[in-house]
């Protein structure tokens, strides 16, 4: 069975500092998705990593996939206040036909 | 706009009486899938569709139903609510599974069983 854990669950941090958000999977998996949700709101994507050694960026933040670890990292650069949210991460495997989601690491950006 | 939308977005109701949540997509997707999200757990898939007339459970199935008569809509039914499916319900769309693109979510229903 597919377990895919986040960790830190919460992250309280201040702006400008940069701090990296750890996605752990059980099994071999064929796609590596982060997700950001916002309080009452729904799911935004922000990346979809495919292959072993895949990085990404978006502004301050970059995600990067490990297969042969079956790690993810979303890496916050100088954080600011805007970037408070939940952040998922998620991984599927083809033929699995369904997203397995982390728990969710809150983070909340302190002035 | 493309969008994938959920009614209602808040629901309370009593234990037992049968109740639909809708879900449309205007995207032409192929894949539609529910999820719940509850405290501590992340998001758990409840059912699935890979195409019209093609459903499948996922990991917590058990109290729902769901159709899929049209491309566009996707319906969780509970036939019978119990306290233990109170949660914030996401339905999404994404192309089509094999193609590498992520899902959309709706804006969620957050359905109180008292």
């Known amino acids: 069975e597919l377990k895919v854990e986040q960790n830190p669950l919460f992250l309280s941090m201040q702006e400008g500092k940069n701090y990296t958000i750890y996605c752990n999977y059980s099994?071999?998996?064929?796609?590596l998705y982060w997700y950001r949700q916002d309080p009452g709101k729904s799911l935004e994507s922000l990346f979809v990593l495919l292959s072993n050694g895949a990085v990404k960026q978006e502004g301050r933040l970059m995600a990067s996939l490990d297969t042969k670890a079956r790690l993810s990292t979303l890496h916050i650069t100088a954080a600011v206040h805007d970037l408070s949210a939940t952040y998922f991460c998620?991984?599927?495997?083809?033929?699995?036909?369904?997203?397995?989601f982390g728990t969710g690491t809150r983070l909340t950006i302190i002035p | 706009e493309a969008q994938v939308t959920q009614n209602p977005r808040y629901l309370i109701t009593v234990t037992g009486k049968k109740l639909t949540v809708t879900c449309s997509q205007n995207?032409?997707?192929?894949?539609m899938s529910w999820y719940r999200q509850d405290p501590g757990l992340g998001l758990r898939q409840i059912y699935y569709?890979?195409?019209?007339?093609?459903?499948d459970k996922g990991d917590v199935p058990e109290g729902y139903k769901v159709s899929r008569k049209e491309k566009r809509n996707f319906p969780l039914i509970l036939e019978s609510p119990s306290p233990n499916q109170t949660s914030l319900y996401f339905c999404?769309?994404?192309?089509?599974?094999?193609?590498?693109?992520?899902?959309?979510f709706g804006q969620g229903t957050r359905l109180t069983v008292v």
């Open positions: 099994t071999t998996s064929d796609r």
């Open positions: 569709s890979m195409n019209v007339e093609v459903t």
């Open positions: 999404a769309s994404s192309k089509g599974w094999d193609m590498n693109t992520e899902a959309f």
């Open positions: 995207m032409n997707h192929e894949y």
């Open positions: 998620a991984v599927d495997k083809v033929g699995n036909e369904k997203l397995t």
